[in-house]
Protein backbone atom coordinates (compact mmCIF):
# COMPACT_ATOMS: atom_id res chain seq x y z
CA UNK A 1 0.00 0.00 0.00
CA UNK A 2 1.35 3.24 -1.08
CA UNK A 3 1.32 6.38 1.72
CA UNK A 4 1.62 9.37 0.73
CA UNK A 5 3.19 12.00 3.55
CA UNK A 6 3.20 15.74 2.25
CA UNK A 7 5.42 18.48 4.74
CA UNK A 8 6.74 22.10 4.21
CA UNK A 9 3.78 23.92 4.17
CA UNK A 10 3.40 27.63 5.74
CA UNK A 11 2.78 31.10 5.82
CA UNK A 12 4.85 33.37 3.57
CA UNK A 13 4.59 36.79 2.03
CA UNK A 14 3.60 37.38 -1.37
CA UNK A 15 6.70 36.69 -3.73
CA UNK A 16 8.38 34.46 -1.59
CA UNK A 17 9.01 30.92 -1.74
CA UNK A 18 8.01 27.30 -0.19
CA UNK A 19 9.40 23.97 -1.11
CA UNK A 20 6.58 21.02 -0.25
CA UNK A 21 7.64 17.82 0.30
CA UNK A 22 5.75 14.56 -0.63
CA UNK A 23 7.85 11.34 0.97
CA UNK A 24 6.73 8.03 -0.53
CA UNK A 25 6.50 4.72 1.01
CA UNK A 26 5.15 1.10 0.07
CA UNK A 27 6.38 1.77 -3.40
CA UNK A 28 9.14 3.85 -5.80
CA UNK A 29 7.82 7.10 -7.36
CA UNK A 30 9.12 6.79 -10.53
CA UNK A 31 6.76 3.66 -10.71
CA UNK A 32 3.82 6.06 -10.56
CA UNK A 33 2.64 9.60 -12.16
CA UNK A 34 3.15 11.43 -9.14
CA UNK A 35 0.70 14.72 -9.24
CA UNK A 36 -0.15 18.35 -7.11
CA UNK A 37 -3.63 19.12 -5.89
CA UNK A 38 -4.73 22.44 -3.73
CA UNK A 39 -8.16 23.34 -2.67
CA UNK A 40 -8.79 26.47 -0.54
CA UNK A 41 -12.03 27.06 1.47
CA UNK A 42 -15.03 26.51 -0.62
CA UNK A 43 -13.81 25.60 -3.84
CA UNK A 44 -13.23 22.66 -5.86
CA UNK A 45 -9.59 20.83 -5.44
CA UNK A 46 -7.60 21.87 -8.64
CA UNK A 47 -4.52 19.94 -10.42
CA UNK A 48 -1.48 22.36 -9.54
CA UNK A 49 0.67 20.30 -11.91
CA UNK A 50 1.67 16.39 -12.29
CA UNK A 51 5.04 14.26 -13.27
CA UNK A 52 5.67 11.24 -15.29
CA UNK A 53 8.92 10.19 -14.80
CA UNK A 54 8.52 6.93 -16.86
CA UNK A 55 7.43 9.33 -20.01
CA UNK A 56 9.41 12.18 -18.84
CA UNK A 57 6.56 14.76 -18.97
CA UNK A 58 5.49 17.25 -17.05
CA UNK A 59 2.57 19.28 -17.07
CA UNK A 60 1.61 22.46 -14.96
CA UNK A 61 -2.05 24.06 -14.31
CA UNK A 62 -2.30 27.73 -15.78
CA UNK A 63 -2.22 29.50 -12.61
CA UNK A 64 1.13 28.46 -11.66
CA UNK A 65 3.09 27.75 -14.97
CA UNK A 66 6.41 29.34 -14.50
CA UNK A 67 5.93 29.36 -11.17
CA UNK A 68 5.90 25.84 -9.86
CA UNK A 69 8.65 22.86 -10.36
CA UNK A 70 7.85 19.21 -9.76
CA UNK A 71 11.21 17.34 -8.69
CA UNK A 72 12.05 14.34 -7.18
CA UNK A 73 15.13 12.90 -5.41
CA UNK A 74 15.32 8.69 -6.15
CA UNK A 75 17.25 8.53 -3.08
CA UNK A 76 15.02 9.46 -0.66
CA UNK A 77 12.00 8.54 -2.33
CA UNK A 78 10.63 11.86 -2.43
CA UNK A 79 8.42 14.41 -4.01
CA UNK A 80 9.13 17.97 -4.01
CA UNK A 81 6.59 21.03 -5.24
CA UNK A 82 9.30 24.27 -5.35
CA UNK A 83 6.66 27.13 -5.35
CA UNK A 84 8.27 30.64 -6.15
CA UNK A 85 6.83 34.33 -6.83
CA UNK A 86 3.52 33.06 -4.52
CA UNK A 87 0.96 34.75 -4.78
CA UNK A 88 -2.20 35.20 -1.78
CA UNK A 89 -4.60 33.27 -4.42
CA UNK A 90 -1.99 30.27 -4.16
CA UNK A 91 -3.24 29.86 -0.50
CA UNK A 92 -4.65 26.10 -0.44
CA UNK A 93 -4.40 23.26 1.65
CA UNK A 94 -1.81 21.48 -1.13
CA UNK A 95 -2.12 17.14 -1.53
CA UNK A 96 0.24 15.20 -3.06
CA UNK A 97 -1.23 12.17 -5.31
CA UNK A 98 -0.33 9.31 -7.03
CA UNK A 99 -1.38 6.98 -9.46
CA UNK A 100 -0.10 3.38 -11.50
CA UNK A 101 1.73 5.05 -14.55
CA UNK A 102 -0.09 2.73 -17.07
CA UNK A 103 0.84 5.41 -19.53
CA UNK A 104 3.31 7.00 -18.82
CA UNK A 105 2.92 9.73 -21.52
CA UNK A 106 -0.44 10.72 -19.86
CA UNK A 107 -0.33 13.09 -17.00
CA UNK A 108 -4.27 12.95 -15.38
CA UNK A 109 -5.44 16.66 -14.52
CA UNK A 110 -8.72 14.83 -12.98
CA UNK A 111 -8.96 14.15 -9.09
CA UNK A 112 -10.54 11.03 -9.56
CA UNK A 113 -8.19 9.17 -11.46
CA UNK A 114 -5.62 9.15 -8.48
CA UNK A 115 -5.45 6.59 -6.15
CA UNK A 116 -2.97 7.51 -3.62
CA UNK A 117 -3.21 10.92 -1.36
CA UNK A 118 -1.85 12.47 1.24
CA UNK A 119 -3.12 14.09 3.83
CA UNK A 120 -2.26 17.71 3.06
CA UNK A 121 -0.39 20.37 4.26
CA UNK A 122 -1.55 23.85 4.59
CA UNK A 123 -0.01 27.10 2.43
CA UNK A 124 -0.77 30.58 3.26
CA UNK A 125 0.32 33.40 1.35
CA UNK A 126 -0.01 37.25 2.94
CA UNK A 127 -0.19 39.85 0.64
Known amino acids: QVQLVESGGGLVQAGGSLRLSCAVS????????MAWFRQAPGKEREFVGG????????YYGDSVKGRFTISGDDAKNTVYLQMNNLKPEDTAAYYC????????????????????WGQGTQVTVSS
Open 97 to 116: AAVWAFDPRRIPTSRYEYTY
Open 26 to 33: GGTFSSYT
Open 51 to 58: KSWGGSNT
